[in-house]
């Protein structure tokens, strides 16, 4: 059997295998990219920092005192005018540097020998309307919101009355268009402070004029300034 021939190996190979494994990244690889997050990271605070230097420069460049200094004696021109505009309790009001668009008065009230007397006292403002003999005259035609009130005692014999008159040249006589009566509490000892408003809106002409009606006025109080008005407004 010496001239018998030797039969090849045969080896099976299994396609199912999965692929070969990827080799680890290297130290050098991976210190690389963290120097370049590092560099992004220094450059974004960089930037920020220029930015909020860019900022506080705008800031300081427009704030009051640079003003001041770069203008000299514009800005203190006008801050002295500002301070001539400044009000003074119990004196007239200065004339407002934006007048009302549409007429408008608001009348403070005065004792005058008992009277209740209307005129441009403390906040009180005409605006195309003037005063004349205690009465409120309109210029121009349309609706008007008309108001008052009075602060009074209130009384212990007969009531207090308090109107809101028109007087027109369209009629012959005056017109009543509104009024509060307040009567005394019997059941009081004390006398108490009451104050009465009136108010509403009403067309008006040119030529019109509006006046207070009080009845037994020896009770209006007439202490502050503030305590009686009177006043209208175009709508």
Same mark, same amino acid.
Not at 78 to 91: A, Q, R, T
Not at 214 to 221: A, D, F, G, I, M
């Given at each position: 059997?010496?001239?018998?021939?030797?039969?090849?190996?045969?080896?099976?190979?299994?396609?199912?295998?999965?692929?070969?494994?990827?080799?680890?990244?290297?130290?050098?690889?991976?210190?690389? /990219?963290?120097?370049?997050?590092?560099?992004?990271?220094?450059?974004?605070?960089?930037?920020?920092?220029?930015?909020?230097?860019?900022?506080?420069?705008?800031?300081?460049?427009?704030?009051?005192?640079?003003?001041?200094?770069?203008?000299?004696?514009?800005?203190?021109?006008?801050?002295?005018?500002?301070?001539?505009?400044?009000?003074?309790?119990?004196?007239?009001?200065?004339?407002?540097?934006?007048?009302?668009?549409?007429?408008?008065?608001?009348? /403070?009230?005065?004792?005058?020998?008992?009277?209740?007397?209307?005129?441009?006292?403390?906040?009180?403002?005409?605006?195309?309307?003037?005063?004349?003999?205690?009465?409120?005259?309109?210029?121009?035609?349309?609706?008007?919101?008309?108001?008052?009130?009075?602060?009074?005692?209130?009384?212990?014999?007969?009531?207090?009355?308090?109107?809101?008159?028109?007087?027109?040249?369209?009629?012959?006589?005056?017109?009543?268009?509104?009024?509060?009566?307040?009567?005394?509490?019997?059941?009081?000892?004390?006398?108490?402070?009451?104050?009465?408003?009136?108010?509403? /809106?009403?067309?008006?002409?040119?030529?019109?004029?509006?006046?207070?009606?009080?009845?037994?006025?020896?009770?209006?109080?007439?202490?502050?300034?503030?305590?009686?008005?009177?006043?209208?407004?175009?709508?």
């Amino acid at each position: 059997m010496e001239g018998a021939s030797v039969s090849p190996q045969v080896f099976v190979v299994d396609s199912q295998a999965g692929p070969l494994p990827r080799p680890a990244a290297s130290p050098w690889q991976l210190s690389k /990219t963290a120097c370049r997050l590092l560099f992004l990271l220094v450059f974004l605070a960089l930037f920020g920092m220029a930015v909020e230097a860019c900022f506080v420069y705008y800031l300081f460049k427009h704030s009051p005192s640079s003003l001041q200094e770069d203008h000299g004696p514009t800005a203190l021109k006008g801050s002295s005018d500002l301070e001539n505009k400044v009000i003074v309790p119990g004196k007239n009001r200065m004339q407002a540097s934006v007048s009302p668009s549409k007429p408008s008065a608001h009348l /403070t009230g005065s004792s005058n020998n008992g009277l209740l007397m209307w005129g441009e006292f403390g906040d009180a403002f005409l605006h195309d309307m003037k005063i004349q003999d205690n009465k409120l005259y309109v210029t121009k035609e349309g609706f008007y919101y008309i108001y008052s009130s009075i602060m009074f005692i209130e009384p212990h014999l007969g009531p207090f009355k308090h109107s809101v008159l028109r007087h027109t040249p369209r009629y012959g006589s005056e017109l009543e268009l509104m009024k509060a009566i307040c009567y005394s509490s019997q059941e009081q000892k004390m006398s108490n402070m009451r104050n009465s408003y009136l108010g509403g /809106t009403f067309r008006l002409y040119a030529g019109d004029s509006l006046s207070i009606k009080l009845e037994n006025n020896t009770l209006v109080r007439h202490q502050l300034v503030t305590d009686n008005f009177f006043g209208a407004f175009m709508i």
